[in-house]
């Protein structure tokens, strides 16, 4: 394998909160103090109102609003990773965030799929992914 690459989430005072809950298996967005809307991603005021953000813990549920199968890419620290599954994820508290399916069979996604949070360890540290939801029936 090639020499290991360090990827750089790019750390910010707003996010802190976030990748703390990420370290702790805890799944932390931004919600608003005067309109009352989750937020992602992290900032410093409420992009509806400059209103000031906490965070809350939210459920980790989501569907996937849009998604694309990646089979061959330029970035070295994700080529190990093909084919894999790139979305658009809408929390079920409002807010979209870009992310990965974990998922064996890329091609047994769909759109609208019941997803939640699950969180594993790449390079070094914990990030948040998102895997299918199977119902038992
Ligand atoms: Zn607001």
Not at 46 to 63: A, F, I, K, Q, T
Not at 95 to 105: C, G, M, N
Request: net charge negative; proline share 6%.
């Amino acid at each position: 394998m090639a020499e290991e690459t360090k990827i750089d989430y790019g750390i910010f005072q707003e996010a802190k909160e976030f990748w703390e809950g990420v370290e702790r298996s805890e799944f932390f967005i931004q919600r608003c103090q005067d309109c009352g809307q989750y937020i992602f991603y992290p900032r410093a005021h409420c992009p509806h109102d400059m209103g000031s953000l906490n965070y809350e813990r939210v459920s980790g549920n989501g569907r996937i609003l849009t998604y694309s199968i990646v089979i061959r890419t330029g970035d070295p620290q994700f080529t190990n990773l093909t084919p894999f599954v790139a979305a658009v994820v809408k929390l079920e508290e409002g807010p979209t965030l870009y992310t990965r399916i974990d998922v064996e069979d890329p091609y047994s996604i769909t759109f609208n799929q019941e997803v939640e949070v699950v969180f594993k360890e790449q390079e070094g540290r914990k990030i948040p992914l998102f895997k299918p939801v199977n119902h038992v029936s």
